[in-house]
């Protein structure tokens, strides 16, 4: 009975993996379809932290490179920054494992962050500042072409909310743009990937996940509490995180108030109705109702022009 049992829970669980291996190729293959974000011959430097997401990054990255529709080298980076207790020969054996070229880079940020930022305060801006200097230097040692992060979904609306809420702009964090020096081109695959099917996916590829002791308990973090917010909300409103993702690949400058992005001194009335105009008279429940309940993109549904190669 037992060993009845034990098989069908074994057969539900390759099942269940199965799904969700296709479901993270196919948003990956999506993203990087649709923002162009790997040609022919780039060589892609994976950065790679030892947290879940940039494992998971990597993972993913070398089984597409098996089928996908251009050639493309890929090389992974670790940034040692000699955090106490930091496991130094986990991920070179891991990456040797995998069979994945690599460089592992060492630079003490660890001091450098405890000694200028004060106890009690947000460590992650200064650090990840520093990492992202060295890896950009790294990135131009080593001639890549694109530097990929592990950034996905959550992380983006999370940054979002974060510029809304304490920097006063409707900013994101996007799928591919050029680094703060100009220098680099860089890509986030894993933008249409929910972080709870990272979580699921680190769970059962095990992969050598190594905390990070520096901020791991900054349980306090504005971004920790944003991200807090945003679990219970998809908790008590399933698809809100969808929605507030795929706003940003929707926006109607008429509809905001950036006279930069739209001449609103110079409107006159065009003399027609126009679809997805104003409903200034209508009232809150008629215009809030059809974007709050009808409009259900999934990530890796949202509408795009034509793609280069088919990478799902
Ligand atoms: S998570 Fe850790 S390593 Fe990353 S930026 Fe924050 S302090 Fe630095």
């Known amino acids: 009975m037992n060993t ?84 130094a020969d986990v991920l070179p054996k891991y990456l040797e494992s995998r069979g994945v070229p690599f460089h592992i880079e060492t630079q003490d940020t660890y001091s450098t962050v405890k000694r200028l930022v004060p106890e009690g305060k947000t460590m992650c801006s200064l650090c990840s500042r520093l990492r992202r200097g060295i890896l950009y230097r790294v990135a131009s040692e080593l001639g890549v072409t694109k530097i990929a992060l592990g950034h996905h979904r959550d992380d983006m609306v999370v940054t979002l909310l974060m510029n809304m809420f304490f920097g006063g702009r409707l900013k994101g964090m996007p799928p591919k743009l050029v680094s703060d020096d100009g ?32 901020c791991g308990s900054q349980d306090n973090l504005q971004r920790v ?38 001449p609103f001194t110079t409107v006159q009335p065009t003399g027609f109705a126009q679809d997805g105009g104003d409903h200034a008279f209508d009232d809150d429940e008629q215009a809030c109702a059809p974007a709050a309940t009808t409009i259900r993109w999934h990530a890796g549904e949202i509408p795009t022009g034509p793609i280069s190669g088919d990478w799902t």
């Open 4 to 87: 009845m049992t034990d098989l069908q829970d074994a057969r539900k669980t390759v099942f269940e993996a199965n799904k969700l291996s296709k479901r993270l190729h196919r948003q990956v293959g999506q993203a990087i379809g649709d923002f162009r974000m790997i040609e022919a011959g780039d060589k892609v430097m994976v950065c790679l932290s030892g947290g879940k997401d940039s494992h998971a990054l990597l993972d993913i990255l070398l089984s597409m490179r098996e089928r996908a529709p251009v050639k493309f080298d890929l090389v992974a980076v670790n940034l040692d920054q000699k955090q106490p207790g930091f496991p």
């Open 225 to 262: 509490q944003v991200k807090k917010m945003i679990r219970e909300w998809e908790r008590q409103y399933p698809g809100r995180t969808d929605n507030m993702f795929n706003a940003m690949g929707r926006i109607v400058p008429s509809h905001l108030m950036d006279r930069n992005l739209f």
């Open 183 to 214: 220098r680099h081109v860089v890509i986030r695959p894993l933008a249409y990937v929910a972080e709870s099917a990272l979580e699921r996916w680190a769970g059962h590829r095990r992969f050598p996940i190594i905390p990070c002791t520096l």
